[in-house]
């Protein structure tokens, strides 16, 4: 407003139709004059995310698949109502998962949102418009963030972190700090750079492994940085933060499912007083990867009550819908061909 020629009152009361209003349309701005509408509309779009073919799914969990209005290319929104216990307070009614990147770039083996790869970063607004969308769909206020849907959000740190100013803004969404969850593969200089961002965020590591060897097998990110140096940036993160760290451990049978794996887990969790989600792995297709039995699930998550680490084995939800991480665009831009059906091994 300022290059326009206009008052600072001119960007609050923009700020207050698309965040307050919710309105769609410039035109729609009726305290500005139409002139302004015009040159407004001319010049940026209040739709950055299209809604598709909603989802439902029988355990209430509803997934969305959005058009990016930008180039056409899909992202995944799940909006999942209360998991006591799982991210942010008991109260909490409505978690939205949102998607921060278009695929992903650090090819976890079990994981359908990297397996064509990275395509893009999603920008402020697209990140934005997640939660503007899904609260339009859903009629009514999403509660909690996190992020963990599609890609890797420290890998797209200037966009996260304008997004997360603006989820967390009061002229904003108005979600409080530590009900917006961050979720990284575990890329420790940007944990770091993290803890020094002003708003206190909560964190989530995906471990899925306790020792380097389990862990590389299944994530290549860990070659980059090994344990020991994503440890060094977690206790640089309880430095400056009060809020425990979440570890996130997808159960895959066979791999990381061993009582020993559990045991190494709650050596590496007690320091740090973090909690552990234990989380049966969601099959997808072409990939060879199961969920262990419910017993053995039951087993691991018993090792870590027995050293009185705060666990929870977390109940699916959207198995049914495809709700694990990057699989319903996948199936969309199979169909469309946008990307190749993936072959793997
Ligand atoms: N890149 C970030 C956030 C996106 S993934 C991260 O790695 O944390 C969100 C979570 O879903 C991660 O813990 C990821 O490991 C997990 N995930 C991916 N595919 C999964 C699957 N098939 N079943 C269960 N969890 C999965």
């Known amino acids: 407003m300022a290059a326009r020629g206009e008052s600072a009152f001119r960007a609050k009361q923009v700020v207050e139709w698309i965040y307050g209003k919710r309105v769609q349309d410039f035109a729609d701005m009726t305290n500005l004059k139409p002139a302004l ?91 934005v418009g997640q939660v503007i969308e899904a609260e339009r769909i859903a009629q009514d206020r999403v509660d909690n963030i ?110 990381n499912d061993s009582l020993e794996q559990a045991e190494l887990l709650a050596r590496r969790s007690r320091p740090l007083g973090a909690k552990v989600n234990l989380i049966p792995y969601n099959t997808v297709e072409g990939l060879p990867w199961k969920r262990p039995s419910v017993g053995r699930q039951e087993a691991f998550f018993r090792v870590l009550q027995g050293h009185g680490i705060p666990c929870t084995l977390r109940r699916e939800k959207g198995h049914d819908i495809a709700a694990a991480c990057g699989q319903l665009r996948l199936k969309q831009e199979t169909a469309e061909g946008i990307v190749e059906a993936p072959v793997k091994a």
């Open 146 to 255: 996190v992020f963990m849907g599609m890609g890797e959000p420290l890998a797209n740190f200037a966009n996260l972190t304008k997004a997360i100013t603006i989820i967390n803004a009061h002229w904003g969404i108005g979600i409080g700090a530590r009900h917006i969850t961050v979720s990284t593969s575990g890329l420790a200089p940007q944990i770091e750079k993290l803890a020094d961002f002003e708003v206190p965020v909560r964190l989530a590591i995906s471990l899925h492994g306790a020792s380097d060897e389990v862990r590389e097998r299944i994530m290549p990110v860990n070659r980059k940085y090994p344990l020991d140096r994503l440890f060094e940036a977690l206790r640089y993160w309880s430095t400056r933060k009060k809020q425990k760290i979440t570890f996130e451990f997808i159960l895959i049978e066979g791999v």
């Open 37 to 127: 509408r015009e040159a407004l509309a001319g010049e940026f779009r209040l739709d950055p995310v299209l809604p598709t073919n909603q989802q439902g799914s029988s355990d209430t969990t509803r997934k969305f698949l959005f058009k990016l209005a930008r180039d056409g290319r899909y992202i995944e929104t799940v909006l999942i109502p209360a998991s006591p216990g799982l991210y942010g307070d008991q109260a909490d009614r409505l978690t939205l998962c949102v998607s921060s990147q278009v695929g992903c770039a650090f090819d976890c083996k079990f994981c359908a949102s990297g397996l064509a790869g990275l395509t893009r970063n999603l920008d402020a607004g697209e990140i």
